[in-house]
């Protein structure tokens, strides 16, 4: 993936506050149409709002740790282009381990990606997080039973690896796309 220009990125701030303004607006029309809403919106948008206060800062520091720490040819040993289906299964376990919600891998993934690690393998290293938890798998043996846990997580492992390395094909080929467009500019 390439890096993005200052202009893309502004191009970018701006895309990300018209998002914020239309879905602002959105969310006063609706509370002056629905004016008994109003309460419950709010307490719910407090808790999630306060519940992202107390987490992000924690993971931008372990972030920034992880960002000069960890050197960018260990990430792509084990997970970059070469790593084959180790580094998707490795993706998966790295996933599979935390706890926590989800908006927390995105960061993670995004310096991943920034180190030099596979499309393939953060799409699996965020599926794993939504669909993987060992806590998770503990729960649903204990409820469910062995061969369900075991042939839902045979099939989701599957499907993560299906979809990932799909992603990643759709990605290098809308990127080369992409670049072949710009050349013949």
Same mark, same amino acid.
């Not at 070469?82 to 998966?92: D, M, R, V």
């Not at 596979?118 to 806590?135: E, T, V, Y």
């Not at 062995?146 to 599957?158: A, E, G, P, S």
């Given at each position: 993936? %390439? @890096?993005?220009?200052?202009?893309?990125? %502004?191009?970018? *701030?701006?895309?990300?506050? *018209?998002?914020?303004?239309?879905? *602002?607006?959105?969310?006063?029309?609706?509370?002056?149409?629905?004016?008994?809403?109003?309460?419950?919106?709010?307490?719910?948008?407090?808790?999630?709002?306060?519940?992202?206060?107390?987490?992000?800062?924690?993971?931008?520091?372990?972030?920034?740790?992880?960002?000069?720490?960890?050197?960018?040819?260990? #990430?792509? @040993? &084990?997970?970059?282009?070469?790593?084959?289906?180790?580094?998707?299964?490795?993706?998966?376990?790295?996933?599979?381990?935390?706890?926590?919600?989800? &908006?927390?891998?995105?960061?993670?993934?995004?310096?991943?990606?920034? %180190?030099?690690?596979?499309?393939?393998? #953060? #799409?699996?290293?965020?599926?794993?997080?939504?669909? #993987? @938890?060992?806590?998770?798998?503990?729960?649903?043996?204990?409820?469910?039973?062995?061969?369900?846990?075991?042939?839902?997580?045979?099939?989701?492992?599957?499907?993560?690896?299906?979809?990932?390395?799909?992603?990643?094909?759709?990605?290098?080929?809308?990127?080369?796309?992409?670049? @072949?467009?710009?050349?013949?500019?």
């Amino acid at each position: 993936m %390439k @890096k993005m220009s200052k202009k893309q990125q %502004k191009k970018g *701030l701006v895309k990300d506050m *018209l998002f914020l303004g239309i879905t *602002l607006a959105i969310a006063v029309v609706l509370l002056l149409m629905f004016p008994e809403k109003r309460e419950p919106v709010i307490s719910s948008s407090r808790g999630f709002f306060m519940e992202m206060i107390l987490i992000l800062p924690a993971v931008m520091i372990l972030m920034g740790l992880f960002a000069v720490f960890v050197p960018n040819d260990v #990430i792509v @040993k &084990y997970l970059g282009r070469s790593s084959g289906i180790k580094g998707i299964f490795l993706a998966i376990l790295m996933g599979a381990f935390p706890t926590g919600p989800l &908006y927390v891998a995105f960061p993670i993934a995004a310096t991943l990606l920034k %180190k030099g690690a596979r499309i393939s393998n #953060i #799409i699996a290293f965020l599926s794993a997080w939504a669909c #993987i @938890k060992i806590p998770q798998e503990l729960v649903e043996l204990q409820f469910l039973g062995l061969k369900f846990m075991i042939t839902r997580l045979l099939l989701t492992v599957v499907f993560v690896v299906i979809m990932g390395i799909a992603i990643e094909q759709i990605v290098l080929w809308s990127e080369k796309k992409n670049n @072949k467009h710009e050349q013949t500019l």
